[in-house]
């Protein structure tokens, strides 16, 4: 497999369920991130992790927690949501170094319904 | 802080027109600008780049240049086909750092997305 890889592609769960959404690259990145693109809004940065370390959080609820085990894979477990967080979730690598940014490389997305 | 603005969409046109979608920025430092399009039901795929003042990126016949003085990077195409139907991001990405160490890190800030449908 190449590029970025998020599973599942589609998922809807109830407002009381605990689910996880899988994020994994295979491009040698040392960065990777959450967004939320809703309908009818700019795409929102929920968190960033670079070297395995979450250096940024946009405010999102902690009914949202991210998890990156290592650098290949990021996990973003989902609990209590309301029916607003229904979105399509985009994960995202890059190759960072303090000469910039490289390869800039985001996954199809999975679609999150909240019943 | 940075922030992306694009035209209201969506964008109705017939196949071969010409297609122009406006973008303009506001950043603090001097940012790489890019353009990326997501079609029904994938993630985002970048088009096309600009990284300083009046590069122009181009890619499958779309253009935009860089414009400091307006700062602003329109999306142009001469003749447009059906398969480009799509949502076009403008977005920008400036230098972030983080807590740990000075790992420096491409934080992209997009702008709202503008729908383009092309018919035959």
């Known amino acids: 497999e190449t590029g970025v890889t998020q599973t599942p592609r589609h998922l809807v769960m109830g407002m009381t369920n605990k689910k996880s959404l899988k994020c994994e690259q295979h491009?040698?990145?040392?960065?990777m991130y959450w967004y939320k693109q809703s309908a009818k809004k700019p795409l929102e940065l929920m968190f960033v992790?670079?070297?395995?370390?979450?250096?940024e959080n946009n405010s999102v609820p902690s009914r949202f927690s991210p998890e990156c085990p290592n650098s290949s894979h990021l996990f973003l477990h989902l609990h209590t949501l309301q029916p607003e967080d229904s979105a399509l979730y985009l994960c995202a690598s890059s190759q960072e170094s303090l000469s910039g940014t490289y390869g800039y490389t985001f996954g199809s997305g999975t679609r999150l319904t909240v019943v | 802080g940075d922030s992306v603005t694009q035209m209201e969409g969506p964008v109705t046109l017939s196949e071969e027109a010409f297609l122009t979608i406006n973008c303009t920025y506001t950043a603090t430092g001097y940012p790489s600008l890019f353009w990326y399009v997501q079609y029904p039901g994938e993630g985002l795929q970048l088009l096309l780049k600009?990284?300083?003042?009046?590069d122009k990126g181009s890619n499958k016949g779309f253009e935009a240049t860089y414009r400091k003085e307006t700062t602003s990077f329109h999306l142009e195409k001469g003749s447009v086909q059906v398969s480009d139907s799509a949502v076009y991001f403008c977005a920008l990405s400036d230098l972030g750092l983080s807590d740990a160490g000075g790992t420096s890190y491409g934080k992209l800030t997009f702008g709202q997305g503008t729908i383009l449908t092309v018919h035959p």
């Open positions: 992790y670079s070297l395995e370390e979450r250096v």
């Open positions: 600009a990284t300083k003042a009046d």
């Open positions: 491009l040698g990145h040392n960065a």
